[in-house]
T-cell receptor, first 113, second 108 residues
Framework: ETGVTQSPTHLIKTRGQQVTLRCSSQ?????VSWYQQALGQGPQFIFQ???????GRGNFPPRFSGLQFPNYSSELNVNALELDDSALYLC????????????FGNGTRLTVT | DAKTTQPNSMESNEEEPVHLPCNHS???????IHWYRQLPSQGPEYVIH???SNVNNRMASLAIAEDRKSSTLILHRATLRDAAVYYC?????????FGSGTKLNVKP
């Protein structure tokens, strides 16, 4: 069973640029959710994708967007990067079932300078 | 929102039980309560979850209050490998709410 993998592991961008982060779901999972974790804080829910559509969103502006592909992998896109976007970005896959646990990747560390 | 509140830190001795509390007074009747733990430089790891009844698995036990406004994660015999940040989350079908977590320190 292949777990959740994220790429890249680390990334440095300049303010104003755009970034794309990638996530491969665990085998058998059809739902992906993304989180932003600032240093010393708990993960903050960004959004969730199921059947290639966003079906839940946290308090993040529209410049945070995503995609889910037919193979259930996913991308997180962030436009017009700000310094405060520097964080660990986590993705988790699961079954679309309230009784299904989340399986996390180890994240992408994004630094915005 | 299914917001959760946890103590910032707790300390335990190795081989002793640990009770990690979580308040989730705004949780809805259909929200599952999940617990995860996170080691430095890693993503969160699933520990246990439940809805209304107490739950046990090989890692831990979860005791859920009858009114569902709080729950307690129980590690029966803490080991050094259990030192981590523990998060309880309100899991509503479309959104997930992490608290700030409890950093557990286990002393040998």
């Amino acid at each position: 069973e292949t777990g959740v993998t994220q790429s890249p592991t680390h990334l440095i961008k300049t303010r104003g640029q755009q970034v794309t982060l990638r996530c491969s779901s665990q085998s058998g999972h059809n739902t992906v959710s993304w989180y932003q974790q600032a240093l010393g804080q708990g993960p903050q829910f960004i959004f969730q994708y199921y059947r290639e559509e966003e079906n839940g969103r946290g308090n993040f502006p529209p410049r945070f967007s995503g995609l889910q592909f037919p193979n259930y992998s996913s991308e997180l896109n962030v436009n017009a990067l700000e310094l405060d976007d520097s964080a660990l970005y986590l993705c988790a896959s699961s079954q679309r079932d309230r009784n299904s646990p989340l399986h996390f990747g180890n994240g992408t560390r994004l630094t915005v300078t | 929102d299914a917001k959760t509140t946890q103590p910032n830190s707790m300390e335990s001795n190795e081989e002793e039980p640990v009770h990690l509390p979580c308040n989730h007074s705004t949780i809805s009747g259909t929200d599952y309560i999940h617990w995860y733990r996170q080691l430095p430089s890693q993503g969160p790891e699933y520990v246990i979850h439940g809805l209304t009844s107490n739950v046990n698995n090989r890692m831990a036990s979860l005791a859920i209050a009858e009114d569902r406004k709080s729950s307690t994660l129980i590690l029966h015999r803490a080991t050094l490998r259990d030192a981590a940040v523990y998060y309880c989350i309100g899991y509503n079908f479309n959104k997930f709410y992490f608290g700030s977590g409890t950093k557990l320190n286990v002393k040998p």
